[in-house]
């Protein structure tokens, strides 16, 4: 028969006192502080942290890409920077008084008026030639420059640089062509505009000098045509000189065959074809002449006569368009009440 277990003997020291809570303590280490506890005497266990993750390689997060700004940001942006504002002193706002000085304060935009005639600017009225003419002219500048890097006015080697532009220069008959189909068309297109403008009245009042001015420019552009041809020093060129500058001596007043040449003193050596050609006949003067005229003085005196024809344009109330419409009321006069 097995033997009855004995129990554990009691814990010695004192006995515990019910109404306190029992903790536990491991010998050698401070006693811990008690656990809160509610009226019921339930002792609340604060809850231990979790316990950390394991340590694992993870990738960086990739860069964000850059957002790219919007139209409207660029342009916003742009407008704020230094360039922007020192060529437009005004902010651009929709107000008439903004835009008129963002126009009459900026060296390029004030070369036309703030507001203009809408009808003045239609390509049916007219026909655009004042500006192609322009056009023709800064084309025959920039062609007739390259032209003179290869040109000579001298007799002899003036005909041969043409060959040379026109076999062995790259591009170089391109570039005469255009210089010299250039200078057509701008004849063409001066007379269409002078054409123009005479019919749709615009050399009246207040108009009226800027007419004149436009008559010379008429006349340089001829003149410029004229000097061009006796460059190429051929056949052509000589022959058409010859003859205009045979018309020069019977010019009223400047030639010694026209009217008052020779009560005024004029002769066959000091009137006007003998200053054109620097001599009595088409030689090496003549191509240096026509030179020094073609590519020095016609084109300044030009570009000044264009600039004031530019600057009245704006001053007499930019191009002249047709009359604004006007309602009945107006033209006959004022209604009469009884």
Same mark, same amino acid.
């Given at each position: 028969?097995?033997?009855?277990?004995?129990?554990?003997?009691?814990?010695?020291?004192?006995?515990?006192?019910?109404?306190?809570?029992?903790?536990?303590?491991?010998?050698?280490?401070?006693?811990?502080?008690?656990?809160?506890?509610?009226?019921?005497?339930?002792?609340?266990?604060?809850?231990?942290?979790?316990?950390?993750?394991?340590?694992?390689?993870?990738?960086?997060?990739?860069?964000?890409?850059?957002?790219?700004?919007?139209?409207?940001?660029?342009?916003?942006?742009?407008?704020?920077?230094?360039?922007?504002?020192?060529?437009?002193?005004?902010?651009?706002?929709?107000?008439?008084?903004?835009?008129?000085?963002?126009?009459?304060?900026?060296?390029?935009?004030?070369?036309?008026?703030?507001?203009?005639?809408?009808?003045?600017?239609?390509?049916? *009225?007219? /026909?655009?030639? $004042?500006?192609?003419?322009?056009?023709?002219?800064?084309? #025959?500048?920039? @062609? &007739?420059? +390259? %032209?003179?890097?290869?040109?000579?006015?001298?007799?002899?080697?003036?005909?041969?640089?043409?060959?040379?532009?026109?076999?062995?220069?790259?591009?170089?008959?391109?570039?005469?062509?255009?210089?010299?189909?250039?200078?057509?068309?701008?004849?063409?297109?001066?007379?269409?505009?002078?054409?123009?403008?005479?019919?749709?009245?615009?050399?009246?009042?207040?108009?009226? *000098?800027? /007419?004149?001015? $436009?008559?010379?420019?008429?006349?340089?552009?001829?003149? #410029?045509?004229? @000097? &061009?041809? +006796? %460059?190429?020093?051929?056949?052509?060129?000589?022959?058409?000189?010859?003859?205009?500058?045979?018309?020069?001596?019977?010019?009223?007043?400047?030639?010694?065959?026209?009217?008052?040449?020779?009560?005024?003193?004029?002769?066959?050596?000091?009137?006007?074809?003998?200053?054109?050609?620097?001599?009595?006949?088409?030689?090496?003067?003549?191509?240096?002449?026509?030179?020094?005229?073609?590519?020095?003085?016609?084109?300044?005196?030009?570009?000044?006569?264009?600039?004031?024809?530019?600057?009245?344009?704006?001053?007499?109330?930019?191009?002249?368009?047709?009359?604004?419409?006007?309602?009945?009321?107006?033209?006959?006069?004022?209604?009469?009440?009884?």
């Amino acid at each position: 028969m097995a033997e009855p277990v004995k129990p554990p003997d009691p814990p010695k020291g004192p006995a515990p006192d019910p109404g306190k809570p029992v903790h536990s303590q491991q010998p050698g280490n401070p006693p811990s502080p008690l656990p809160a506890s509610d009226k019921q005497g339930v002792v609340n266990v604060p809850a231990s942290p979790p316990a950390a993750p394991a340590a694992t390689a993870t990738k960086p997060p990739p860069p964000a890409k850059k957002k790219l700004p919007s139209p409207s940001e660029m342009k916003e942006k742009i407008k704020e920077g230094q360039i922007w504002k020192s060529v437009f002193r005004h902010k651009l706002d929709e107000t008439p008084r903004n835009r008129s000085l963002a126009v009459l304060s900026n060296v390029f935009l004030h070369l036309h008026p703030a507001k203009i005639n809408r009808d003045a600017v239609r390509y049916n *009225f007219t /026909w655009g030639m $004042g500006g192609i003419t322009f056009y023709l002219f800064v084309v #025959l500048t920039i @062609t &007739g420059v +390259l %032209l003179m890097f290869y040109f000579h006015p001298s007799k002899g080697q003036a005909f041969r640089d043409i060959m040379y532009l026109q076999h062995d220069v790259p591009f170089g008959n391109f570039m005469r062509n255009m210089h010299r189909w250039a200078a057509h068309a701008m004849v063409i297109t001066v007379w269409l505009h002078m054409f123009r403008v005479f019919l749709t009245g615009s050399y009246k009042p207040p108009r009226e *000098f800027n /007419w004149n001015i $436009g008559v010379l420019l008429l006349l340089f552009t001829l003149l #410029l045509s004229f @000097t &061009g041809y +006796l %460059l190429p020093d051929d056949q052509l060129g000589f022959w058409a000189v010859t003859v205009g500058t045979n018309m020069a001596r019977a010019t009223p007043l400047l030639g010694h065959e026209g009217p008052f040449g020779q009560q005024l003193g004029f002769t066959a050596f000091n009137d006007v074809r003998f200053a054109l050609l620097g001599g009595s006949i088409v030689d090496a003067n003549a191509l240096l002449r026509a030179y020094i005229w073609h590519c020095i003085a016609i084109p300044i005196i030009a570009s000044v006569l264009m600039i004031v024809h530019f600057w009245r344009i704006r001053k007499d109330g930019a191009i002249s368009g047709p009359a604004p419409v006007m309602i009945e009321q107006d033209v006959s006069g004022p209604v009469k009440t009884r």
